[in-house]
């Protein structure tokens, strides 16, 4: 008798643990649904700006008077953040904010197509995207300027704050060799100017839509061509790009590799990044090595190397 109520207990306290994970599980889904919308919120109200603008910490009437705004709400906005780990007692300041790819991610332009994702999982042929706006999100890019200067600003915010400082210091010799590199879909030329000033005796071609590059700045050893990838690609020793491939040359892939059999603390972040392309875009996929190997082989590569860096993206040199 007594085994058999110990049993029962037993199996009501796996059961209480089960519910339990079960709700903190989706509470960490809501909450952390709330935290991109807040974080959002102090990007836009100016928080961070404010704060590094004055140059040490600040009580919340001083940041309160700078914003304009009143103390009551913001500082529940604080009191969240701060509890979140957003904002500290201590300034870390960064030459380059992420706050482009937050304001991006949680745009609502991008947010929507999240609503529709089962609707293009019943349609493979159409994305979320084009379900909830009615086109592929480069022809919304390529009419709407606000978002697609919103697109570039974080790519590029994400390519020079920590992906290229970081293959740079992690594969160095990936560059060797070379005296020429056309980065295809270079935006605004900002990843090659870190390249080449890293790598002074490179030629840079930044190679993007005409749209992006008639906007681009001029950079000394970078030369802005404008046209279609789909098309032709401006003839250098190597490509640098991602998820595009051309058959002349060295051509060195940055972009997350999916390993389904090692999990590491990253694989969260490459599974999401999974998510959004099949949210965004419509044949777009986050790859297994497996699956870069066969892409590879039927672009005519003979063989390529993976080189793991620091970052959530690994480097691929593919070779003919």
């Not at 705004?69 to 009191?79: T, V």
């Not at 201590?90 to 999240?114: D, F, R, V, Y």
């Not at 997350?256 to 990253?266: N, P, Q, R």
Request: proline letters at 4%; charged letters at 20%; one cysteine or more.
């Amino acid at each position: 008798m007594v085994v058999a109520v110990v049993a029962t207990i037993s199996i009501v306290a796996r059961l209480m643990l089960l519910s339990l994970s079960r709700i903190l599980c989706c509470r960490h889904c809501v909450i952390c649904k709330m935290e991109t919308a807040v974080v959002r919120c102090a990007i836009e109200l100016g928080i961070p700006d404010a704060i590094e603008s004055h140059g040490s910490p600040m009580t919340l009437s001083e940041l309160s008077s700078t914003l304009g705004c009143a103390p009551s709400p913001l500082y529940r906005i604080m009191r969240f953040l701060m509890h979140r780990g957003k904002f500290k007692g201590k300034l870390n300041s960064q030459e380059h904010s992420m706050a482009a790819l937050i304001l991006l991610e949680s745009s609502p332009m991008l947010l929507t197509p999240w609503l529709s994702l089962s609707a293009s999982v019943l349609d493979d042929d159409t994305s979320s995207f084009e379900v909830a706006h009615g086109e592929d999100i480069w022809s919304y890019s390529a009419t709407n300027p606000a978002h697609d200067q919103f697109i570039n600003e974080a790519v590029t915010t994400q390519g020079k704050a920590v992906l290229v400082p970081t293959m740079i210091h992690g594969c160095p010799e990936v560059f060797n060799g070379l005296s020429s590199l056309v980065n295809v879909g270079g935006d605004n030329g900002t990843t090659l100017k870190v390249l080449v000033k890293a790598f002074p005796w490179l030629r840079g071609i930044n190679f993007d839509q005409s749209h992006v590059v008639s906007v681009a700045a001029v950079i000394s050893g970078v030369e802005n061509v404008g046209g279609d990838m789909f098309e032709s690609v401006p003839m250098a020793d190597a490509a640098f790009l991602k998820a595009v491939l051309e058959n002349k040359g060295k051509v060195i892939i940055v972009d997350a590799v999916i390993e389904e059999a090692e999990i590491d603390k990253l694989t969260d972040v490459r599974l999401a990044l999974d998510m959004a392309m099949m949210t965004h875009t419509s044949k777009g996929k986050e790859r297994t090595l497996k699956e870069w190997g066969f892409v590879l082989g039927e672009a005519g590569y003979s063989r390529y190397t993976l080189k793991t860096i620091h970052a959530v993206q690994s480097v691929i040199e593919a070779f003919p």
